[in-house]
């Protein structure tokens, strides 16, 4: 499953990177829940929470259905 996820983020990634940012992938825990960092622009933005659960976390739930949740770390 790590695998599949890090597919998913590779196709969110121009995205973030075209706004100065970028996401990195911590852990997929056995549960579905996905643990990222985000770097760049998107750390510390006040919109990074909306980007986390509005674009890269409905992403990769379509992407990869057993990912239950998407949490920044």
């Known amino acids: 499953m790590k695998e599949q996820v890090q597919k998913a983020l590779d ?11 970028d996401v990195e992938l911590v852990d997929v825990s056995a549960d579905g829940v996905v643990k990222v960092k ?3 622009a998107c ?13 890269i976390e409905k992403i990769l739930k379509q992407q ?10």
Do not use: N
């Open 43 to 55: 750390h510390g933005c006040p919109m990074s929470q909306m980007t986390l659960k509005m674009g």
């Open 38 to 40: 985000l770097t760049g």
């Open 11 to 21: 196709k969110v990634r121009p995205g973030l990177q075209a706004d100065g940012g």
């Open 64 to 73: 990869v259905p057993s990912v239950k949740e998407v949490v920044s770390v």
